[in-house]
């Protein structure tokens, strides 16, 4: 399987709205991280994953795309 590029070293916080649908950028070639841009198609083998936000609140979405609880952070930056 392909690795992803690591878009960067730290989450990003992100005050998300109950129901309201964010793209997470697979790849870490976006320029719009955590979210996608389409920057994937350049390469064909990932695709933007869809996260629905289940209330109001902040979280910090993963950047390096190395965590295990996508999207979001667990810490695996600290770990590159």
């Not at 005050?15 to 350049?42: I, M, R």
């Not at 902040?58 to 952070?73: A, N």
Request: charged share 20%; glycine share 10%.
């Amino acid at each position: 399987m392909t690795k992803p590029h690591v878009g960067g070293t730290a989450p990003i916080p992100v005050e998300v709205e109950k129901g309201k649908d964010y793209w997470w950028c697979t790849c870490g070639l976006s320029k719009n991280q955590p979210f996608c841009d389409g920057s994937h198609n350049a390469e064909g083998k990932f695709s933007p994953m869809q996260w629905t936000a289940e209330s109001d609140r902040r979280v910090f979405f993963c950047t390096c795309k190395q965590t295990g609880k996508s999207p979001l952070c667990d810490g695996a930056h600290n770990k590159l």
